[in-house]
C-alpha cells in the first residue's frame, strides 16, 4: 500500500503563523504553530509552498482576516473517526459570525444523553484537524462562556470578534 504523501506550508496570518497540510489536492490540516494537538511526523511532509493549494488557501486567508466571509471554493479532507467526520459537518454549518454550544451539537446529532454527548462533542471540536476554515471556535460552553481551542483563547477570542464585530468576554 502506498503511503499518503502530505505537502505542507507555513502561512503568515494576524493571529501568528499557521502550518496548512494538503493530500491529493485537498486541504487535510491547518494548525497554529504550537497549538494544542499539533500533529506529529511532519518531519515527512514535504514542503511546497507554491502549490495551487495553498494558494487558494492564502487568497481565503487574507479575505477572512480582513473581515470577510469567503467561500470555501477548494477541498477540505479532514481525517477521523465517523464521530469526528459528524461533528465537523456540524461545525461547517455553523453561520459566519454566529456560535452554538457543545451541547446544542450533540442534540443535532441525535443524543438523548446530552451531557455526554456534549463532551463527546468537545473532544471531536478540540481535535479539528482543519482550524478556522473548519470553524470550531464558533462553539461555546452552555453557558456562552468561551472553552477550549486548541490554538488558544485569545485566538479563538481575536476569530469571533472579527467574525461578528462584538467583543467576546
Not at 501568528?16 to 511526523?41: D, R
Not at 441525535?110 to 471531536?124: F, T, Y
Request: glycine share 12%; with cysteine; hydrophobic share 40%.
Amino acid at each position: 500500500m502506498k503511503e499518503e504523501q502530505i505537502i505542507t506550508a507555513v502561512l503568515d496570518t494576524p493571529l501568528g503563523k499557521i502550518q496548512a497540510a494538503a493530500s491529493e489536492g485537498a486541504i487535510c490540516g491547518l494548525w497554529f504553530i504550537g497549538q494544542k494537538y499539533f500533529p506529529s511526523g511532519t518531519e515527512k511532509w514535504i514542503n511546497k509552498p507554491n502549490e495551487a493549494i495553498f494558494a487558494s488557501l492564502k487568497t481565503w486567508l487574507k479575505s477572512y482576516f480582513t473581515g470577510k466571509n469567503p467561500e470555501i471554493d477548494f477541498k477540505l479532507s479532514p481525517a477521523g473517526t465517523d464521530f469526528q467526520q459528524a461533528v465537523w459537518k456540524q461545525l461547517l454549518k455553523i453561520p459566519y459570525g454566529k456560535t452554538t454550544s457543545y451541547g446544542a451539537i450533540a442534540l443535532k446529532l441525535g443524543s438523548k444523553e446530552k451531557k455526554a454527548c456534549a463532551q463527546a462533542v468537545g473532544g471531536a471540536v478540540g481535535h479539528n484537524p482543519i482550524s478556522v476554515l473548519i470553524p470550531c471556535h464558533r462553539v461555546l460552553g452552555a453557558d456562552g462562556s468561551l472553552t477550549g481551542y486548541a490554538g488558544g483563547l485569545d485566538r479563538k477570542r481575536s476569530l469571533l470578534e472579527l467574525e461578528s464585530g462584538e467583543k467576546f468576554n
